[in-house]
C-alpha cells in the first residue's frame, strides 16, 4: 500500500471545486487541520457560519476525493464556521480561542458544565487514564463539582479504576443519568458493553457515541468534566477537537524520547484547531525503591520538562512510577481517593491546582496558588 502524503491529500482537494466562491477548497483557504495518520485522514473546512448548512454535499466530494487516493483507509471532513474577514478581503479562519470568537456551531456549548478538560497523549501505554482519573479527584478535593467522561471506546478503563459496576438508567428513555463513585459523576461505554467485549466501530459511529455520551447525560451543573480521551490523534480525538468546547487539553507523557514525538504530535493536534494546551505532565518520571530508598530513573528524566520549554508550554508536574498508584487505579480506589495525604496524592493535588488555576482564570473564577512540591 501507497504512503499518502500531505501534498497528494491537498492534490487531490484542489479538484474540489466550491462553486459559490468560484474557486477550489485549498486555494480557497478552507482547509485546515489535517492529519496523517498510518492512512487514517482528517481536516476541517472553514467556512462562514450561513453557508455551513448548504455545505454537506460539498465536505462528502472532499471525503471522497481523498478517500480516491491509494493508501488512505478512512477520511473524515468536519465543517467549521469562521469569522469573516473584513469588507472586500478574503475571509480567513480566525486564529484566536474558541472563547474570543463567539459561539461556534460546531462547538455548542453543553448546558450546566462550566469547563471541559481533554487529557490526552500521543501514544498508549504512558498513563493517560490513571492522570485523567486521579486528575479529576483531585480537583473534587478542592471543593468542584467534577464529572469524568471516558472518551476511549476501544478500551475503555474507567469502570474499572472508578469501581463502578452496572448500566446507567434513563428517566425518559433518551436521557442517560451518569453512575456516581467517589463523589465523581462519571460516563463510559464500557457501562454500556461487557468488559471483555470487543467494540468494533468505524469512525462515524466513534464520533456519533461521543457525542451522545456528552449531550445526551443528565450531568447536572459541573465546574469542570474531565474527558479521558483516546491515544493518538485519530477520528475521535478530532471530533471532540472541533465540535466540544473544550477549555483546554492535558498532555501525558513519559520521559523517553519516543513517547515525546507522539505527545508532540498530539499537542500539536489541539494548537492546529485552537484549543489551549494547558501544560504537560511527566508520567512514569522516576522510580523510588521502596527498600533502598534510591532514585530510579527507569525511562530517563526530564525530558517532558525540557519538551514543555521548548514548545512554551507550562510544565504541570512529575508523577512517579509506584506500586501504589498501579494498585490503587485496578482496584478502583485511586491513589488520590484512598491515600489522599500520600506523597503521590500530593502530586496529582498540585498538578490539578495548576490546571484549575488556568482554566479558572478563562471563566474568572477565583484561584488559589499552587504548593510548590520537590521530592529529592
Given at each position: 500500500m501507497a504512503r499518502v502524503s500531505e501534498e497528494t491529500i491537498l492534490d487531490a482537494l484542489r479538484q474540489v471545486q466550491d462553486t459559490e466562491q468560484g474557486g477550489d477548497v485549498v486555494s480557497l483557504k478552507m482547509v485546515s487541520g489535517l492529519i496523517v495518520k498510518d492512512g487514517n485522514i482528517a481536516f476541517s473546512l472553514e467556512v462562514a457560519p450561513e453557508r455551513g448548512p448548504r455545505l454537506e454535499p460539498?465536505?462528502?466530494?472532499?471525503?471522497?476525493?481523498?478517500?480516491?487516493?491509494?493508501?488512505?483507509?478512512?477520511?473524515t471532513a468536519v465543517l467549521t464556521a469562521h469569522?469573516?474577514?473584513?469588507?472586500?478581503?478574503?475571509?480567513?479562519?480566525?486564529?484566536?480561542?474558541?472563547?474570543?470568537?463567539?459561539?461556534?456551531?460546531?462547538?455548542?456549548?453543553?448546558?450546566?458544565?462550566?469547563?471541559?478538560?481533554?487529557?490526552?497523549?500521543?501514544?498508549?501505554?504512558?498513563?493517560?487514564?490513571?492522570?485523567?482519573?486521579?486528575?479529576?479527584?483531585?480537583?473534587?478535593a478542592q471543593g468542584l463539582a467534577v464529572g469524568l467522561m471516558d472518551?476511549?471506546?476501544?478500551?475503555?478503563?474507567?469502570?474499572?479504576?472508578?469501581?463502578?459496576?452496572g448500566k446507567p438508567t434513563s428517566e425518559d428513555g433518551k436521557i442517560l443519568i451518569p453512575?456516581?463513585?467517589?463523589?465523581?459523576?462519571?460516563?463510559?461505554?464500557?457501562?454500556l458493553v461487557a468488559e471483555d467485549t470487543p467494540t468494533i466501530w468505524r469512525g462515524p459511529m466513534v464520533m456519533s457515541a461521543l457525542e451522545q455520551m456528552l449531550r445526551q447525560v443528565k450531568w447536572g451543573t459541573l465546574d469542570v468534566l474531565v474527558v479521558d480521551m483516546p491515544p493518538g490523534t485519530g477520528d475521535a480525538q478530532l471530533t471532540m477537537a472541533q465540535r466540544v468546547p473544550l477549555s483546554g487539553a492535558v498532555i501525558v507523557s513519559t520521559p523517553q524520547d519516543i513517547a515525546l514525538l507522539?505527545?508532540?504530535?498530539?499537542?500539536?493536534?489541539?494548537?492546529?484547531?485552537?484549543?489551549?494546551?494547558l501544560g504537560i505532565v511527566e508520567n512514569m518520571s522516576y522510580f523510588l525503591c521502596p527498600s533502598c530508598g534510591e532514585r530510579h530513573e527507569v525511562f530517563g528524566h526530564g525530558g517532558a520538562r525540557q519538551e514543555a520549554e521548548r514548545l512554551g508550554?507550562?510544565?504541570?508536574?512529575?508523577?512517579p512510577l509506584h506500586l501504589a498508584i498501579r494498585e490503587t487505579s485496578d482496584a478502583g480506589t485511586p491513589i488520590v481517593a484512598s491515600q489522599p495525604d500520600s506523597p503521590h496524592a500530593i502530586v496529582f493535588k498540585a498538578i490539578a491546582e495548576r490546571v484549575w488555576q488556568s482554566v479558572a482564570r478563562e471563566l474568572g473564577a477565583p484561584t488559589r496558588?499552587?504548593?510548590?512540591?520537590?521530592?529529592?
Open positions: 460539498l465536505r462528502k466530494a472532499c471525503e471522497q476525493a481523498v478517500l480516491d487516493l491509494d493508501g488512505v483507509t478512512s477520511v469569522k469573516q474577514g473584513a469588507p472586500g478581503s478574503a475571509s480567513t479562519p480566525s486564529a484566536v480561542k474558541p472563547k474570543d470568537q463567539g459561539p461556534m456551531p460546531s462547538r455548542p456549548e453543553i448546558p450546566g458544565i462550566k469547563s471541559i478538560i481533554a487529557v490526552a497523549s500521543g501514544k498508549g501505554g504512558v498513563g493517560k487514564s490513571t492522570v485523567a482519573v486521579n486528575l479529576a479527584l483531585a480537583l473534587k472518551a476511549d471506546v476501544y478500551g475503555p478503563s474507567l469502570p474499572r479504576m472508578m469501581a463502578i459496576s453512575m456516581e463513585n467517589h463523589g465523581i459523576k462519571c460516563m463510559s461505554i464500557g457501562f507522539d505527545a508532540r504530535k498530539g499537542l500539536n493536534m489541539f494548537r492546529r484547531v485552537d484549543v489551549p494546551v508550554v507550562p510544565f504541570l508536574g512529575e508523577v496558588s499552587a504548593p510548590s512540591i520537590v521530592f529529592e
